[in-house]
């Protein structure tokens, strides 16, 4: 089920703009990796390429090579939408279809894409996803109320539960509890650490303590100042990054200290 | 310290205001004012007494909340003024129209006019179902040809195009085409029947092509405006659960935009419905029922207005009469139009709150 992704000197650009430089890593399956690094350093863009969401915006294009489990996501006439059904991904920034009422928006995947499935399945695996997102005691009373009706927090949960629903091999996260309280982080890691069973899951965070609670690998990226692209500094067992890294700069950002 | 209780201290937070009553006494005084002024100079003009009256009012009102309240309130009631006066300037037209077109239109607004074409009438009675169903066919085959197209181009503009020199050449083209004059959309429907079946003295459908060429640019415009506006995030969303792009226009982006694209259709209609010059060319004018598009000459309700107007028979009176109620029928279609508009875009909008 799971899969490995090993990515190899990789450059991403907006227009001329080179935001990510030269990273080259590998991300195992069954586990849980974190991305850590100072605002603006190519956290989020990187993550795009993994599911070659980077692409949709306009000028935006990637060199390099990024093999999931051996397959090039982009080496010629692979299918980005075949690739997205296989990475799923949860936005900085919930985003529920706001025409969509929450189970709508639970099986947006299913829908969207004309799956067909009785529709008892389909109750079933929304209750499902929704308790792993940890909304659903929150929201079973009222799944055919809008999504856009919830609080932002509970926003981002509908869209974890969104993207775990379509049951991916691999779930990329970008900050996925930067709007939730210390309760719903906590169930959230819970869940990453259940789903770690099956899935690869890589998580972009700006909390060290989630990194070092969740996380199994850590990759510290950083920019030499404003308009140089973001590099890949060191990556390794999150145990080693924390307790011992061999590079100073991420000693600095992880115990807070700069400059 | 200081600066805590001097914040707190009584006084700080508050400020004059005008009594309440200021108000309605400044208008009724200001009226009374400018129309004594407007007696004695002008032989009682009322126009100039409302304007006079007007002035005097923002006068007063500004000196006092000057006086009373300090200069940002008395700003705050200028500008509120100003705009107020601004909107029923733009009322008074509205309102002249709508007042005319009832009170001159209700003398045939009858059982008749509604049941009765002109077929063999010469004096006084006769109808305008004619019209009516001949307007209700042309716009809504007009409609037909348009929306699709309009729609197309524009999900093309706001999902495809970008960057693209096509887009930016139909961009180009849209806007040239609302400037067209609406006679030559008429000419060149004709003249693009006439290629295509002979001569011939209009008929239908060709009026509905006249008005495709003036509905199709405005409703590129407002739906490639109302796709813009559906943020990318949702396009995102929709794209990371692996939907293709043409499911993620389909059932993502057009429905949160379909209200929008209602409203912007019904208003194309509503103003295509009225156009008057390029019907009376490519539909061409009948006195009779007619209800098919593809041949012979078909009654609109402009040129039914325009016709009984311009060429009035023996009794003038009764023609007056029955293209006043013509243009309060086509007055009461349009609302109509933009009531159901409204229905519908409610139906869609996209659902917030609980
Ligand atoms: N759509 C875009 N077009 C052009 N440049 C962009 C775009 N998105 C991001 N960038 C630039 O790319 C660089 C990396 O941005 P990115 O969003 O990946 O940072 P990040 O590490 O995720 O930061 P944060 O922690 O604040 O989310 C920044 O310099 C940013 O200005
Ligand atoms: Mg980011």
Known sequence: ?259 | MTTISQALAPGQLTSGRLPRATIPVFLVAASLLGFALAVLFAGGNLALAALLAYLLYLIAIEVAARIVEGSRQAADRRASNLIVGAFALALIPLGSVTWSAISKGMARFDVDYFTMSMRNVVGPGGGALHAITGTLFVTGAAAAISVPIGLLAAIYLAEYGAGKRLAKAITFFVDVMTGVPSIVAGLFAYALMTLIIGPNNGFGLSGSVALSVLMIPVVVRSSEELLRLVPNELREASYALGVPKWLTITRVVLPTAVSGIISGVILAIARVIGETAPLLVAAGFTASMNNNLFANPMMTLPVYVYDSYQHPGVDVQVYLDRAWAGALTLILIVMLLNLIGRLIARRFAPKTGH
């Open chain 1, 1 to 259: 089920m799971s899969k490995r992704i090993e990515i190899t000197d990789l450059n991403v650009y907006y227009g001329s703009f080179r935001a990510v430089e030269d990273v080259t890593m590998t991300i195992a399956p069954k586990s849980v990796t974190a991305f850590i690094g100072p605002s603006g350093c190519g956290k989020s863009t990187f993550l795009r390429t993994l599911n070659r969401m980077h692409e949709v915006i306009p000028g935006a294009r990637v060199e390099g090579e990024v093999l999931l489990d051996g397959e090039n996501l982009y080496g010629p006439g692979v299918d980005p939408v075949r690739v997205r059904r296989q990475v799923g991904m949860v936005f900085q920034r919930p985003n529920p279809f706001p025409t969509m009422s929450i189970k709508e928006n639970v099986l947006a995947g299913i829908n969207l894409n004309n799956r067909r499935m009785p529709s008892s399945a389909k109750d079933e695996l929304a209750e499902h996803a929704l308790r792993g997102a940890n909304l659903w005691e929150e929201v079973k009373n009222r799944m055919n109320l809008p999504g856009s009706g919830l609080s932002g927090g509970q926003q981002q949960r509908l869209c974890i539960a969104r993207a775990i629903a379509m049951e991916p091999e691999v779930l990329l996260m970008d900050e996925p509890c930067s709007a939730l309280d210390p309760i719903s982080t906590l169930a959230i890691e819970d869940l990453m650490n259940e789903l770690k069973e099956k899935y690869t899951i890589v998580i972009v965070t700006h909390n060290m303590q989630q990194a070092a609670r969740v996380s199994d690998v850590t990759a510290f990226f950083n920019i030499a100042g404003t308009g140089a692209p973001g590099r890949l500094i060191e990556s390794g067992p999150t145990d080693k990054i924390f307790s011992a890294p061999d590079v100073k700069a991420t000693e600095d950002y992880i115990s807070g200290r700069f400059g």
